[in-house]
């Protein structure tokens, strides 16, 4: 008397095509497998045919020498086939099913931000999701020139250039499995210096030359407008600023700007004109 399954014999596999081995077995999620216990054998009768395994939180049980059972979790099963005779007389055998999981996962890399230069940025995709479990997560971008890597589902990073970045998360499952999503980070370095130009009476002054030399050495040069007023974006930190005009002493001095923040100064005497900033 002996019990005999796809171990040795006949498991019969629909979804990939009829196809028959005599090894254990290996699926896509969502086939229906059809097991086949024919190959078993008595100097009698076999009356009972009974495979059993556990599937999630389920113990399944199937009768008949030919069951069928679509496995839609991915995972390994140990499938056993137990038989007896109507004498009472009994056996068993085990193969091992692998349901491979075809899904990829879903990676979610986040929303677009805009941060300031010198910023922490904090990249997080733990919101990503699949149907089993997600083994890696990693982010590929440029900065300076140079591909950078980072590990993890939450990473830091301190942008100290300003610059646009587009950052691309790759998740994998168990199966290698690849989901893909990208975020874009926009960093600036450059706050705005900006204001009125006024004299002593309070009338806005017309055409006087502002002049800064920003952190990184670029030179900016306005005029200001018949109101009076001027915008200057540079590049953040300190700066050396100096203004002038036609009949008024020249005036400089030095401040500072962080990134996507603005600021005013209020300085400027010539002669007998004060010249106000504001």
Known sequence: FQAEDGIRDLVRSRGLGDVYKRQDLIVDEGTIVTFNGIESHDNLEIVRYEW???YG????????????????????????LNVSDAAGHWDHDLMTLTVRDITAPVAVAG?????AAGSMVELNGSLSTDNGIIERYWWTFTYDGEEQTLEGAVVEFVFDKGGVYEFLLTVTDQFNNIGEDRVTITVI??????GKVLDDKGDPVDGALIEIIASNGEIHTASTGPDGSFSLEIHHGSFDWKITKDGYEPISGTGSVNA??????????????????V
Do not use: C, N, W
């Open 57 to 80: 939180s389920k113990d399944i049980k199937l009768q008949g020498i030919s069951p069928s059972f679509t496995f839609e979790i991915p995972g390994i099963y140990t499938v056993k």
């Open 52 to 54: 059993s395994f556990g």
């Open 111 to 115: 929303d677009d931000m805009t941060v």
């Open 260 to 277: 996507m923040e603005a600021v005013s100064y209020t300085h400027l005497r010539a002669h007998e004109t004060v010249l106000d900033l």
């Open 189 to 194: 370095d450059t706050g705005t210096v900006r």
